[in-house]
């Protein structure tokens, strides 16, 4: 069972590292095989590349009709404002987006470099969920919440850099193939709290009233059934027609 480590985090306050959670976890019986790393190298001063921005002017480029010129808002430790070309169209002037700056390393090992796009320098590049490694194509960039502050750490938010256990449940522990289940016993055995279970919404209740009302009012889309009694129904076998 793969368990995302943020995903985990949603429901116990571990604050700890990977490699000490896994030994938690195999030390409580729940065996975790592996650690496996997704998204964007670790490492933090690569971590430190991808920030919160916010678009400050989107025009048309000069030279492509299918691309947008750019003055993107990254934060004063992080330059200010960057020129970036961006290709998607799913964004407008005054969004909150997701930047790698240049010379982060993304997903697969590309490296970010200023780059010439059609005779105009682009120096960054907003990202989709297909860079973030979330989803293996996207139709747009990331447009983020607008009260996340601008010029912070990407990772502040959302895992760049996301860390997976590689679990082995036993058939004797089926309460342990769900996140939720994982979490409890991470809550267990270092005794931290638990957030509520995930459930849905109680369905809205119906008055006894309302209940009495719908029970004697007629639907209009069935049609009333009649049954008509027959004495001269026989019992005996039918013979075949000659």
């Not at 020129?83 to 799913?90: K, S, T, Y």
Request: glycine share 8%; with cysteine.
């Amino acid at each position: 069972m793969r368990v995302p480590l943020s995903w985990l985090r949603d429901y116990v306050a571990w604050d700890g590292g990977v490699e000490e959670l896994a030994e938690l976890l195999s030390m409580s019986g729940s065996e975790v095989e592996g650690i496996d790393w997704v998204g964007a190298p670790r490492e933090a001063e690569n971590l430190a590349l991808f920030v919160v921005g916010k678009v400050v002017v989107r025009d048309r480029h000069p030279n492509a009709d299918r691309l947008s010129l750019c003055r993107v808002e990254v934060g004063e430790t992080n330059g200010g404002e960057r020129q970036i070309v961006c290709g998607a169209d799913n964004f407008q002037a005054g969004d909150v987006v997701a930047v790698s700056l240049t010379g982060a390393t993304l997903e697969g090992g590309l490296k970010l470099k200023k780059a010439n796009l059609r005779g105009v320098e682009s120096d960054g590049m907003l990202l989709s969920e297909k860079e973030l490694g979330y989803e293996a194509q996207s139709p747009g960039i990331v447009v983020l919440p607008n009260d996340w502050r601008v010029g912070a750490p990407l990772s502040d938010y959302l895992p760049v850099a996301e860390a997976v256990l590689e679990i082995e449940v036993t058939p004797n522990r089926p309460d342990c193939f769900c996140i939720y289940g994982i979490a409890r016993e991470v809550a267990a055995a270092a005794r931290l709290s638990l957030a509520p279970p995930p459930v849905a919404e109680p369905a809205q209740r119906v008055s006894r009233r309302a209940r009495r009302s719908q029970s004697r009012s007629p639907t209009p889309t069935c049609a009333p059934a009649t049954v008509r009694a027959s004495s001269a129904a026989s019992r005996s076998p039918s013979r075949p027609r000659g």
